[in-house]
Structure formats: C-alpha cells, structure tokens
C-alpha cells in the first residue's frame, strides 16, 4: 500500500535555480514528515522534517512546505547546487507507528 | 558519536540458501528499523523493533524475520532465498519509534542472489 507517493521518477534543474520536489500522502494519521537524501552505495541521510503543526521549515538552502488539506509536501531547494544530485525520498510517520517512505525521486543539478 | 553500523556490506547467495544481516545502532537509540530498497520500488518498510520486541511488521512473507538483543543490537534473516530478494537492506535507529522521531540509516547490506 503506496501511502506515501513522490509522483516524478526524475528531475533536472539548472544550478542556481530551484528544485522543487513533490510528495503526497493518504494517510490522515501522519503528523510528521521528513525528506532523506541518498547518494549511490550510500544509506540515506536525513535532510529537513516538518511536524503537522507547522506549515513550513527552512533550513539553509532548503524549505519544506506541508499542505495538510491537499496531504501534500514539497521540498525547495534554493539555490540547486551540483552536488545537490542525488535521489531524495520523502517519509511520513504516525505516533507510535513506522515510517512509510516514497519511492523516490532523482534529482540531477546540472552545472 | 558512531552512527548505525551494518555487516556486511556486500554478500552473495545462491537461490534456496539463508542470510542473516546485522545492524548495530547508535549508541543510546532503541528502536531499530529494517527496510529493503530495490529499484524503482522505494524504501519498503519490513519491520521495527523496540527492547528486543517487533512492534510493527511491514508486508513481507514469512520468509523475513528477525530479532533484537538487549544491546539493541539487531539481526534480520531472510530464508529459501528467491532471485528477487536482491536488494540493498537497510538498517535505521532512533531513540524511539513514531511521530517526531528522525531515523538514521546505515550504509546498507548489499545482497545478490543467484
């Protein structure tokens, strides 16, 4: 069961422009969401987290963006660096429950 | 402060065999996650453990199984291995489970069945 869904397989972005990554959910139960970066033959990292409470966070070059209504989140990245490149996948959470985690999107920052 | 640690990190095995894979969490952190990534399909969740207990399971055969000690340490089992067990496993821990938690990964244990 896909409850967590990243919709766009791939993306290409120019350095120095924004990347916009994009994740929706089903379940209304989530109240915590967190985006992970994975480079090849490498686990993921963690990047950003939103808590349902919030609508927005930002930490340096990156801002996620929670919709509860639309059970949708984004994640900005500005400005996209090369090194930016990488396969980011979105996660969500319940309390007291498992994380269930996108299938991903690849994200390639062209110089 | 060393992070989640997996072994090993490459292995290969022939249809039917058993493997067993490792995770040793950070220190201090309880809950400890399995997940299998394969191409195209994402981070598939297969199951948490909380002091040496399975707290949730995701929807895997049987096959899956695995166990935590009271180091926290945990170990995963998948057995009669099938060609489309191939994937990277992954291993994360966080102080618990659930909303507000962030969970940290290992490199992964790459497995080839053939």
């Known amino acids: 069961d896909q409850q967590v869904k990243q919709n766009s397989p791939s993306l290409s972005v120019q350095e120095g422009r924004i990347s916009i990554l994009n994740c929706d959910y089903t379940n209304s139960m989530f109240d915590y969401f967190l985006w992970y970066k994975k480079y090849p033959a490498e686990g993921p990292t963690f990047l950003i987290s939103?808590?349902?409470?919030?609508d927005k966070n930002e930490d340096g070059r990156f801002t996620v963006f929670l919709n509860k209504s639309a059970k949708h989140l984004s994640l900005h990245i500005v400005p996209s660096q090369p090194g930016d490149s990488a396969v980011y996948f979105c996660a969500a959470s319940a309390n007291n429950n498992d994380m269930r985690f996108g299938a991903g999107t690849r994200l390639t920052v062209k110089p | 402060k060393a992070g989640v640690t997996q072994t090993p990190r490459y292995l290969i095995k022939t249809r039917g065999q058993q493997v067993t894979l490792s995770c040793s969490p950070i220190s201090g952190h309880r809950s400890v996650s399995w997940y299998q990534q394969t191409p195209g399909q994402g981070l598939q969740f297969l199951f948490e453990?909380?002091?040496?207990?399975?707290?949730n399971k995701g929807n895997f055969p049987g096959r899956f199984s695995g166990r935590q000690f009271s180091n926290s340490r945990s170990e995963m089992n998948v057995s009669t291995l099938e060609l489309g067990d191939s994937a990277l496993y992954l291993c994360a821990s966080s102080l618990d489970a659930g909303s507000g938690n962030t969970i940290y990964f290992g490199e992964g244990s790459w497995l080839t069945v053939v």
């Open positions: 939103i808590s349902s409470i919030k």
């Open positions: 453990y909380f002091s040496e207990t399975q707290r």
